[in-house]
């Protein structure tokens, strides 16, 4: 099939280009402002195609100005979106440890000490510090709190209205067309395979679809954007090392909750020092919660999903959740790099948006306004190079599109932000200071520190625990856990000294029940699995397996020989593994040894 444009992936990035590009292509007269390339005298053909079994099934907090959003939407009427609410009261806060568990360094304890010791001259309430003064970089005031999936959804109804645009959920691209180093469109996912992705009953391959411009969108480990670094490289010194993976829940709070829509929580400090938090008061006493494991968590026990239980059991939290109820969940991870991370953005016959193009601001904690900006600019491009009737070359593409991005805020702010978070690359009081220098200069002065791959940082089980768990005990419970077909995380962090959460079956759950209940996760038959072990000798000899301990939907557990077993009836497409894996893969250090390749299926919730 040949079409004018082809999308891959429907974000934020993708609603703001798909939203801006459908407002202009039709004169008041009903003529064609712009005419089709493949249907002459038609309005541009646009697909856009989205791997998830249907809009709005993508996962994030989500707290933002709104800057880009109200450009496009002048007149926003956020009462038009559910579960939006505009910003409210907001609070940073620093949570201690009132367990005494998590691993914190000779600097942070003394703090602590301190802190404890002046609680009476000090807004300290239920083991927390609520910050007497934030830096305004840190502020969304006058923004507007959205779940993600409801702000998807009620775009993509308002985009496939226009109907300038069509918008396929449920239908992966498995990958660019690329003919000549010229991206020519992209070929869907085939179905009727095996889990090898051999052909099996009712086999469909993939359909090619032809374009003159292919966006890029599909968030930052979508298989398209990493078959175009694989293949054109990433701009000298630029990589993707820093990341983290969010993990939300989306809460019934109680009845008497005191808490009032628009409230916005940020914390750290605990569960461990480098885990960030957020909580986010919805209308009708719902809220998003969750927090963010970040790449420089030098821990081989990385799950989220326990970590997140702990967190919201913290003293300050807890009094506000209790008697709460699960309705969704969800994870993702974000990549966090930023410009640094930034890939080529254009090329001929594609561009790139969103946080695959490294959007995201890891300083003001924002990507969706980002995200939609770059689309929206993109947008703007696309009509100016159709108008002037100039084919999507690299050398177009860059003076219309990367240019308006150059000259943006998205871009001013990237650059304060580029190193704002090197200093937690040794330490979190090293990265807080970094990152309060950084956004207090506008990024000219910063703390140093070099981002490392995973398989360079993370330590081994037995170094991790040294003084907490002896290396007896560890392979003890190493053998009861591989017995019991189960990850080890849960086992260690009890014997370090985390309690046993205390299962209430409404809101705190086994992570298997959570799979069941809230995550709503489907796997449609039919499609190989997307996430591939490249080479077992590597995972044969790897002791740390930190797949298994990252897996936010517990799909990648123990398996025969040391190869680890996928189960895509549980993965929840959060990405995680792709970063979270101990060994380099041979001959690109950069990547791991394993492969996130396009897939369906996934969490079946509009609500997160
Ligand atoms: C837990 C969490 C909390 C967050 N909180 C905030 C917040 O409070 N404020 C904020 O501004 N940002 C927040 N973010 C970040 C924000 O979600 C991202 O920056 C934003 O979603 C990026 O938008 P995007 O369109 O570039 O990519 P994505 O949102 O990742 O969208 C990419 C889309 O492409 C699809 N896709 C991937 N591969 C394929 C394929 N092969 N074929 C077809 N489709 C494909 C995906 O399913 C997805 O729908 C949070 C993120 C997380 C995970
Ligand atoms: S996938 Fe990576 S972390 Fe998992 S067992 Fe294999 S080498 Fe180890
Ligand atoms: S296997 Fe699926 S759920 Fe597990 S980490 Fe990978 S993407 Fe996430």
Same mark, same amino acid.
């Given at each position: ?19 801006? $590009? =459908? ?10 402002? %712009?005419? !089709? &390339?493949? @249907?002459?005298?038609?309005? #541009? ?100 709190? $959205? =779940? ?10 308002? %985009?496939? !209205? &226009?109907? @300038?645009?069509?918008?396929? #959920? ?123 494991? #970040? ?314």
């Amino acid at each position: 099939m040949d079409v004018d444009i082809v999308c891959v992936g429907f974000g934020p990035a993708t609603a703001g280009f798909l939203t801006t $590009l =459908s407002k202009q292509p039709v004169n008041a007269d009903g003529t064609p402002a %712009v005419e !089709s &390339t493949t @249907t002459p005298g038609m309005p #541009p053909q646009v697909l856009c195609y989205e791997r998830a079994d249907d809009i709005g099934f993508g996962v994030s907090g989500v707290v933002t100005k709104a800057r880009a959003l109200r450009v496009t939407f002048p007149d926003l009427d956020q009462a038009q979106i559910p579960m939006a609410a505009p910003v409210g009261e907001e609070k940073v806060l620093y949570l201690l440890d009132p367990i005494g568990a998590s691993r914190r360094s000779a600097t942070l304890r003394a703090a602590d000490a301190m802190i404890r010791t002046f609680k009476w001259a000090l807004p300290v309430e239920h083991d927390a510090l609520n910050l007497p003064w934030t830096p305004s970089f840190l502020h969304k005031e006058g923004g507007l709190i $959205l =779940s993600m999936g409801q702000f998807m959804q009620w775009v993509g109804a308002q %985009v496939q !209205s &226009t109907g @300038t645009v069509q918008i396929w #959920p449920g239908t992966p691209v498995s990958q660019a067309l690329i003919e000549k180093n010229k991206v020519v469109g992209v070929r869907l996912l085939d179905q009727g395979v095996d889990k090898k992705g051999q052909p099996a009953d009712g086999f469909t391959p993939g359909m090619d679809i032809r374009a003159a411009l292919t966006v890029v969108a599909d968030g930052p480990v979508g298989p398209i954007g990493q078959q175009l670094d694989a293949h054109f490289g990433l701009p000298e010194g630029h990589h993707t090392r820093d990341w983290a993976v969010g993990m939300k829940f989306v809460v019934d709070l109680p009845e008497d909750t005191p808490l009032k829509p628009g409230t916005v929580l940020h914390t750290f400090g605990f569960p461990e020092p480098e885990i960030f938090g957020f909580f986010y008061v919805h209308p009708d006493r719902v809220a998003s919660l969750g927090i963010f494991v #970040p790449s420089w968590f030098d821990s081989p026990m990385r799950t989220a999903y326990r970590q997140l239980q702990h967190w919201m059991l913290h003293p300050y939290l807890w009094r506000y959740l209790k008697g709460g109820k699960l309705r969704s969940w969800g994870a993702k991870t974000l990549g966090e790099s930023g410009r640094r991370g930034e890939p080529h953005l254009v090329g001929d016959g594609y561009a790139r948006v969103g946080e695959g193009s490294g959007s995201t601001n890891v300083l003001t904690g924002s990507g969706v306004d980002e995200a939609w900006a770059t689309g929206a600019q993109l947008a703007e491009a696309v009509l100016e190079l159709l108008k002037a009737r100039k084919p999507f070359t690299k050398q177009n593409l860059d003076e219309a599109y990367v240019n308006r991005r150059r000259a943006s805020w998205v871009e001013k702010e990237a650059i304060a932000a580029e190193k704002s978070r090197d200093g937690f690359q040794k330490g979190v009081v090293r990265g807080m200071i970094g990152m309060a220098l950084a956004g207090l200069t506008n990024g000219k002065l910063s703390l140093s520190g070099d981002p490392l791959p995973p398989w360079k940082r993370i330590p081994s089980i037995e170094e991790y625990y040294r003084g907490r768990v002896s290396p007896e005990e560890i392979a003890k419970l190493h053998a009861e856990c591989q017995a019991r077909n189960s990850s080890l995380h849960g086992a260690l962090m009890e014997k370090a000294g985390w309690p046993a959460i205390p299962y209430d079956g409404q809101l705190l759950m086994s992570h298997q029940d959570a799979l069941l209940m809230g995550g709503k996760v489907q796997a449609t038959p039919g499609y190989a699995d997307h996430v591939e072990f490249l080479n077992p000798e590597l995972c044969e000899k790897c002791g740390v397996k930190i797949c298994i301990e990252a897996c936010s939907g517990q799909a990648i557990t123990p398996g025969n020989g040391g190869v680890p077993n996928f189960d895509r009836e549980k993965c929840i497409h959060c990405g995680a593994c792709l970063w979270n894996c101990a060994q380099p893969l041979p001959d690109n250090p950069e990547r791991t040894n394993i492969a996130f390749r396009a897939g369906t299926g996934g969490l079946h919730s509009a609500e997160n």
